[in-house]
């Protein structure tokens, strides 16, 4: 049976002294079929040009994407590696709140496909990203 709770404390658990946590990446929410994370767009996470950085928002999109893989696979038996990511970035953002969602397009035994899209505190699209993770036997 499905434990949201338990997937999202997981998650985070995971992300504690990474990239996600430097970047503030909090999971916030988890379904049998998808997995959402946020993260501050502040300074942190800018251009040169106060806006949100696009590789900041890969890097949400890639962490989300990577750790819903995890869901569907055994982690005592298999590892998740990122192996394409691109992204659309569709709308700036200078401060507030972004929130990536990843869901499952195709589950296969070695590649998975995911669509992550992040959005807004109003619900705006930002940007549209797609990635590919293979899944690997544990070394």
Same mark, same amino acid.
């Given at each position: 049976?499905?434990d /949201?709770? !338990? ?5 985070n658990? @995971? &992300?504690?002294?990474t ?6 990446i ?6 049998e079929?998808?997995?959402?994370? !946020?993260?501050?767009v ?14 900041a928002?890969?890097?949400? *999109?890639?962490?989300?994407? %990577? *750790?819903a %893989?995890?869901?569907? $696979?055994?982690?005592? !038996? ?5 192996i394409? #990511?691109?992204?659309n970035?569709?709308? &700036?953002?200078?401060e507030g709140?972004i929130?990536?969602?990843a869901?499952?397009?195709?589950k ?8 992550i /899209?992040? $959005?807004?505190?109003?619900?705006k699209?930002? %940007?549209?990203c !797609?990635l590919?993770? @293979? #899944?690997?036997?544990r070394?």
């Amino acid at each position: 049976m499905f434990d /949201k709770e !338990k997937v999202i404390a997981l998650c985070n658990e @995971m &992300s504690i002294n990474t990239l996600m946590s430097t970047l503030e990446i909090e999971f916030i929410d988890a379904g049998e079929d998808f997995l959402t994370a !946020k993260m501050p767009v502040n300074p942190r996470v800018h251009q040169p040009m106060g806006l949100l950085h696009g590789g900041a928002s890969v890097a949400l *999109a890639e962490s989300v994407g %990577s *750790a819903a %893989s995890m869901l569907y $696979v055994n982690p005592e !038996k298999q590892e998740v590696r990122g192996i394409e #990511i691109s992204a659309n970035h569709l709308r &700036s953002k200078r401060e507030g709140m972004i929130y990536g969602t990843a869901r499952i397009v195709h589950k296969g035994r070695s590649i998975h496909l995911w669509e992550i /899209k992040i $959005v807004d505190e109003d619900d705006k699209l930002i %940007s549209l990203c !797609k990635l590919s993770n @293979m #899944i690997l036997p544990r070394r």
